[in-house]
Structure formats: C-alpha cells, structure tokens
C-alpha cells in the first residue's frame, strides 16, 4: 500500500510517494535533500517558474536521488548511526569485562599480600621474642659466672704470680 509523504518550507512543497517497505525516516530524508538541491540550484526563480518547467533538467536528480535513498544503506542515517553506537557499546562492554578481570587479580594479589604480611608479622615476632631469650639466658648466666670469675682474677692478680 503507498503512502504519500510531503514537506513544505518556504511555501515550495515537496511531495513523494512510496511503498510502505520503506520507513518514515527514509523518505523524509529523500525530501529534505530534494528540497536542498532544488533551492540551491533554482532558488528564488522556482517560486515564479510555471509548472513542470524544471523537470527536464531536474529530473536526473530526482532519478539519482530516489536511487540513492532505496538502495543504499548508508542513506538511513539513524540506522547507521544504531550501528555505529552498537559497536561502541559492544568495545565498552568488552573494556568493562578486561577491567573486571584485572580488578579480580588485583583483589586477588591483595589477598595474597595481605597473609604474606600476617605471616611475616608472626615470624619476625617468634624471632624478636627467641633472641630476647638468648640476650636474657646469656644475661643470666653472664650474671651467675661473672662473680666466680671476678674472684678468681682478684686472686690471681693478688698473688702476683706467686704459688
């Protein structure tokens, strides 16, 4: 079933006819240009022209453009547009995806340090507290000698040498 479509700036009207396979945008997008190019190329002359006066030479464009809008794919601008937002949406997705990853092993890195650390925390404590016994052993046994030894020097240094 056709449907009839018209554009009217600047009291020129504009109007195409199309089948319904082809959506609102697309013949709307075909009129805006056909009206562009008119005006550029007649400008005022067209509102004073008769009918029909025009159509020799302005019918090529017509030919082309109607080509142009039907068959090729890049004349639908929006869904051009939806599929060039389509594949950026798809690269975010796929830098959020590696950057969850590498937000995963770094959760799991963190972990990892975090019982090395509790690990060497506990180590360098058993060792402060094994040397303060050796420094206190040696202390206390260096108290238990000690006088002995002062003794026996004092005697030997008293004597002078003599048995």
């Known amino acids: 079933m056709p449907s009839c479509n018209f ?3 600047n009291s020129c009207t504009v109007v195409s006819t199309t089948m319904c396979i082809y959506s609102g945008r697309i013949p ?9 190019r008119f005006m550029k190329n007649y400008g005022k002359v067209a509102h004073y022209a008769p009918a029909y006066a025009m159509n ?17 794919p890049s ?3 929006l869904n051009r547009v939806r599929g060039e937002i389509r594949t950026i949406m798809v690269e975010n997705i796929e830098k959020i995806l590696e950057r969850g990853d590498r937000i995963e092993l770094l959760v799991d890195k963190t972990a990892t340090m975090q019982d090395s650390s509790f690990h060497f925390k506990k180590q360098s404590k058993r060792l402060r507290r094994a040397l303060w016994m050796k420094n206190a052993n ?14 026996f ?4 240094f008293t004597f002078n040498g003599d048995f």
């Open 7 to 9: 554009l009217t700036p």
């Open 28 to 36: 709307f997008s075909y009129l805006e240009d056909i009206q562009m």
């Open 56 to 72: 020799d030479e302005f019918s090529r464009v017509l030919h082309q453009q109607m080509e142009f809008f039907s068959s090729n």
């Open 75 to 77: 004349a639908d601008t």
């Open 138 to 151: 040696a202390l206390v046994s260096s108290s238990f000698l000690l006088p002995p030894i002062t003794k």
């Open 153 to 156: 020097m004092k005697v030997v």
